[in-house]
Nanobody, 123 residues
């Protein structure tokens, strides 16, 4: 099993930045591809970004491309989401997720999830 704990959410004005962190514990972190998803009330979880096990390959939703950056530190068992130029429509609960081996942009394919962290962007 993998336990995931997100942190770094909060309230920020439009145009501002936040950095989300996800700390992992349990089995070998480097064997897991990692993803960030977000959810607003009444909607399904939406893909934001994903990163391969080594960190070499990254993937982004079109809505965040050029503004968000996903990274990971396998020595620290952590994955990060740097969010710049934030917009009110980025407001959501952000979740990190883990799945073994192969990266994916589909929430249902992830095995482990954190509890989420709220990001609110004011206009």
């Amino acid at each position: 099993q993998v336990q995931l704990v997100e942190s770094g959410g909060g309230l920020v004005q439009a145009g501002g930045s936040l950095r989300l962190s996800c700390a992992a514990s349990g089995r070998t972190f480097s064997t897991y591809a990692m993803g960030w998803f977000r959810q607003v009330p009444g909607e399904e979880r939406a893909f934001v970004a994903a990163i391969s096990r080594s960190g070499v390959n990254t993937y982004y939703a079109d809505s965040v491309k050029g503004r968000f950056t996903i990274s990971r530190d396998n020595a620290k068992d952590a994955v990060y989401l740097q969010m710049n130029s934030l917009r009110p429509e980025d407001t959501a609960v952000y979740y990190c997720a883990a799945r073994q081996f192969v990266v994916s942009n589909t929430a249902a394919e992830y095995e482990y999830w954190g509890q989420g962290t709220q990001v609110t962007v004011s206009s």
